[in-house]
Nanobody, 115 residues
Framework: QVQLVESGGGLVQAGGSLRLSCGSS????????MGWYRQAPGKQRELVAT???????NYADSVVGRFTISRDNAKNTVYLQMNSLKPEDTAVYYC?????????WGQGTQVTVSS
């Protein structure tokens, strides 16, 4: 089992920045993939960014150049640095992890970007 707890969401003006954090109950060194999804009201959950244990990253086209995902193995934490935020980035952001063919999710953190 892996428990994930997100933090760092909030309200920010367009053009601002936020950093989301996701702490894991298990050493993230052994987690194959960690990343972030988001879900806006009335929309499906969509991939934002992922980072594998080997260091490979993948980003949604809409966030390339603005968001950066990173992992701190010593702190068992994955981060999502979000810069140049836009109102369309407003959503609940969910941390997820893949371990031993199972997928685990955090409870989500709200990000609201005002225009």
């Amino acid at each position: 089992q892996v428990q994930l707890v997100e933090s760092g969401g909030g309200l920010v003006q367009a053009g601002g920045s936020l950093r989301l954090s996701c702490g894991s109950s298990r050493s993230i060194f052994r987690l194959n993939v960690m990343g972030w999804y988001r879900q806006a009201p009335g929309k499906q959950r969509e991939l934002v960014a992922t980072k594998t244990s080997a260091g490979s990253t993948n980003y949604a086209d809409s966030v390339v150049g603005r968001f950066t995902i990173s992992r701190d193995n010593a702190k068992n934490t994955v981060y999502l640095q979000m810069n140049s935020l836009k109102p369309e980035d407003t959503a609940v952001y969910y941390c997820y992890a893949v371990h031993a063919l199972s997928t685990y999710w955090g409870q989500g953190t709200q990000v609201t970007v005002s225009s």
